[in-house]
T-cell receptor, first 115, second 109 residues
Framework: ETGVTQSPTHLIKTRGQQVTLRCSSQ?????VSWYQQALGQGPQFIFQ???????GRGNFPPRFSGLQFPNYSSELNVNALELDDSALYLC??????????????FGEGSRLTVL | AQRVTQPEKLLSVFKGAPVELKCNYS??????LFWYVQYSRQRLQLLLR??SRESIKGFTADLNKGETSFHLKKPFAQEEDSAMYYCALGRAHAGKSTFGDGTTLTVKP
């Protein structure tokens, strides 16, 4: 059984640039959630994708967008990067029959630094 | 609005002592509560969830709807329990999980 994998593991961008983070969900899972974790804080919910549709969104501006593909992998895109976007971005996959929460299986994260 | 509060950032106990990590939540609907753990150099993983009502690695947690709490307890802490613990609130049929800011547990020999 393959776990959740994320890429890249680390990246550095400058303010105003755009970034794409990728996530491969665990085998058998149909739901992907993205979280932002700033230093010293818990993961903050960005959004979730279920059956390729956005299924819930946290308090993040529209410049945070995502996609889920037919194989249930997912991308997180962030446009017009700001310094405060520097954080660890976590992807979590799960299986849901109705788009609910369920047990989350996390990747190791992508560490984004914005200069 | 959903909110999870873990009042202790750091908690330190001696091996063999009881440990309780506190979690309080606010949510108007029917909550699903979870405890996640992150050991050193490992990814975040589920420790237990309230609906399963089981003990994992000696840890238990009881959902108290009257006090809106879901405290994590273990009667005899072990050094390998040292980790970061996050309480999380989920919802059936909706994607959002809300995490607390975590408690770092250190179990001293």
């Amino acid at each position: 059984e393959t776990g959740v994998t994320q890429s890249p593991t680390h990246l550095i961008k400058t303010r105003g640039q755009q970034v794409t983070l990728r996530c491969s969900s665990q085998s058998g899972h149909n739901t992907v959630s993205w979280y932002q974790q700033a230093l010293g804080q818990g993961p903050q919910f960005i959004f979730q994708y279920y059956r390729e549709e956005e299924n819930g969104r946290g308090n993040f501006p529209p410049r945070f967008s995502g996609l889920q593909f037919p194989n249930y992998s997912s991308e997180l895109n962030v446009n017009a990067l700001e310094l405060d976007d520097s954080a660890l971005y976590l992807c979590a996959s799960s299986f849901s029959s109705g788009g609910g929460t369920g047990e989350l299986f996390f990747g190791e994260g992508s560490r984004l630094t914005v200069l | 609005a959903q909110r999870v509060t873990q009042p202790e950032k750091l908690l330190s106990v001696f091996k063999g002592a009881p440990v309780e990590l506190k979690c309080n939540y606010s949510y108007s609907g029917s909550p699903e509560l979870f405890w996640y753990v992150q050991y050193s150099r490992q990814r975040l993983q589920l420790l237990l969830r309230h609906i399963s009502r089981e003990s994992i690695k000696g840890f238990t947690a009881d959902l108290n709807k009257g006090e809106t709490s879901f405290h994590l307890k273990k009667p005899f802490a072990q050094e390998e329990d040292s980790a970061m613990y996050y309480c999380a609130l989920g919802r059936a049929h909706a994607g959002k999980s809300t995490f607390g800011d975590g408690t770092t547990l250190t179990v001293k020999p």
